[in-house]
């Protein structure tokens, strides 16, 4: 496995940390308190180049490799883990599928546009299907050259600001395998019938949105299909096993910044005569962090490294996901422990990453779902 970074890879990762540190640092507390997606610092990520990472050269994007956009993720999550979804969601499940089964026309369509001005989301949940995914409900109807969508999905990041939408639809009933009539459809969001509702007010992450989105008779043509009809949950499972990298990859970069802003305040806050850094109690805490950390960012390369050598990953990248959301749970636990009484307010960092971490979890699969694949893969295996 190649851990290294080439030059052309380290220069936007530093791109990455610089643009976090001056741009995101300043505007990552009020933009939670506010609850307000930046927009104008996502305009900077597109002029920089930073948000269509993982689109090929060939069409506008950076083409970087999954491991060099894995750890952008992670320079961004260590100051704003909001930013950091908007960037992974984009990528992995919002142009990484179209690369992947799309024609070749809908990916001169859009590639351009998603390495460009555009921004994209993922429609899989619903109000009755979340970790059970192919239960989903909402129907795409055939009807002469377009389909016709009916149907609500929940949970979409990026779903107020995105300009196009992968839809997953049910297109047919298939009783004992309902996954097999599932299709996928790309949907612009000026189309008639496609309106933004709810936006949740959110525990944490509140600096991306997180909406509701009503298909309403929404018509698309029959070149909207992605693939063919049936591969639908397929898209969505590949997609998502790109995905996990990313949210891994956001975990590791939360908990780093947590562990930065511990080691920052263990080395100013002085408890019996001597800064609290200075204490093995405190010292023995950071060590952990750091270890774990680090056992999380191999696992996430490691699943990267994988998918770049265009091998199996869903197990890896489930793996990476699973390790890295419960290692950030552990440690800005702790980051919260050594700041005492100041880690429990808004005056520091940590109370954010505190509640930033917890969807890292849940969203893109539970750490139940995650593993569910581990355990049916080891058994395959
Ligand atoms: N790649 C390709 N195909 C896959 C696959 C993968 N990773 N995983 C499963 N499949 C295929 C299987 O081969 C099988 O195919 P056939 O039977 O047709 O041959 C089919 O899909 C069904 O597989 P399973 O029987 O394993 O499916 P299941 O119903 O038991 O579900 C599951 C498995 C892993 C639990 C899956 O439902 C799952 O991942 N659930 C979690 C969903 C999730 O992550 N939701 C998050 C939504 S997005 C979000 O969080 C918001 C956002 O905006 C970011």
């Known amino acids: 496995m190649n851990l290294t970074f080439n030059d052309e890879e380290r220069m936007v990762i530093e791109l990455a940390r610089d643009f976090a540190e001056n741009e995101l640092a300043p505007i990552a507390e009020s933009i939670d308190q506010e609850k307000r997606v930046p927009i104008e610092a996502l305009r900077k990520m597109q002029e920089l180049g930073l948000l269509g990472l993982m689109i090929p050269e060939e069409y506008g994007g950076a083409g970087v490799r999954t491991s060099c956009y894995a750890q952008v993720i992670e320079e961004l999550a260590r100051v704003c883990a909001a930013v950091a979804i908007v960037l992974s969601v984009h990528n992995s499940v919002g142009a990484y599928p179209i690369l992947r089964f799309g024609s070749e026309e809908q990916k001169q369509k859009y590639m351009p546009k998603l390495a460009g001005d555009w921004i994209g989301a993922f429609c899989l949940s619903e109000a009755a299907s979340g970790s059970d995914a192919s239960a989903l409900e909402l129907k795409a109807k055939r009807d002469g050259d377009d389909y016709v969508l009916d149907g609500s999905k929940l949970w979409v990041t990026n779903g107020s600001i995105a300009n196009l939408y992968l839809v997953m639809a049910k297109t047919a009933d298939v009783?004992?395998?309902?996954?097999?009539?599932?299709?996928?459809?790309?949907?612009?969001?000026?189309?008639?019938?496609?309106?933004?509702?709810?936006?949740?007010?959110?525990?944490?992450?509140?600096?991306?949105?997180?909406?509701?989105?009503?298909?309403?008779?929404?018509?698309?043509?029959?070149?909207?299909?992605?693939?063919?009809?049936?591969?639908?949950?397929?898209?969505?499972?590949?997609?998502?096993?790109?995905?996990?990298?990313?949210?891994?990859?956001?975990?590791?970069?939360?908990?780093?910044?947590?562990?930065?802003?511990?080691?920052?305040?263990?080395?100013?806050?002085?408890?019996?005569?001597?800064?609290?850094?200075?204490?093995?109690?405190?010292?023995?805490?950071?060590?952990?962090?750091?270890?774990?950390?680090?056992?999380?960012?191999?696992?996430?390369?490691?699943?990267?490294?994988?998918?770049?050598?265009?091998?199996?990953?869903?197990?890896?990248?489930?793996?990476?996901?699973?390790?890295?959301?419960?290692?950030?749970?552990?440690?800005?636990?702790?980051?919260?422990?050594?700041?005492?009484?100041?880690?429990?307010?808004?005056?520091?960092?940590?109370?954010?990453?505190?509640?930033?971490?917890?969807?890292?979890?849940?969203?893109?699969?539970?750490?139940?779902?995650?593993?569910?694949?581990?355990?049916?893969?080891?058994?395959?295996?």
């Open 175 to 381: 009783p004992d395998k309902p996954h097999r009539g599932i299709s996928a459809f790309l949907v612009e969001k000026d189309t008639p019938g496609l309106i933004v509702g709810k936006l949740e007010d959110k525990m944490g992450l509140r600096g991306s949105d997180t909406a509701e989105i009503q298909f309403d008779g929404c018509r698309v043509p029959a070149s909207a299909l992605v693939s063919e009809e049936g591969v639908g949950f397929k898209i969505a499972m590949q997609a998502l096993d790109n995905g996990r990298i990313g949210v891994g990859s956001q975990a590791v970069g939360i908990a780093r910044g947590a562990l930065e802003e511990a080691i920052k305040y263990a080395k100013e806050r002085v408890a019996f005569g001597r800064p609290i850094a200075e204490h093995q109690a405190v010292q023995f805490k950071l060590a952990d962090m750091e270890t774990e950390i680090s056992a999380a960012r191999n696992l996430v390369r490691r699943a990267a490294w994988l998918k770049d050598s265009d091998q199996p990953h869903g197990k890896e990248a489930a793996m990476a996901k699973l390790y890295a959301s419960e290692m950030a749970h552990r440690v800005v636990h702790q980051a919260v422990q050594i700041h005492g009484g100041a880690g429990y307010i808004k005056e520091y960092p940590v109370e954010r990453y505190y509640r930033d971490q917890r969807i890292t979890e849940i969203y893109e699969g539970t750490s139940e779902m995650q593993r569910i694949v581990i355990g049916r893969a080891v058994i395959a295996e």
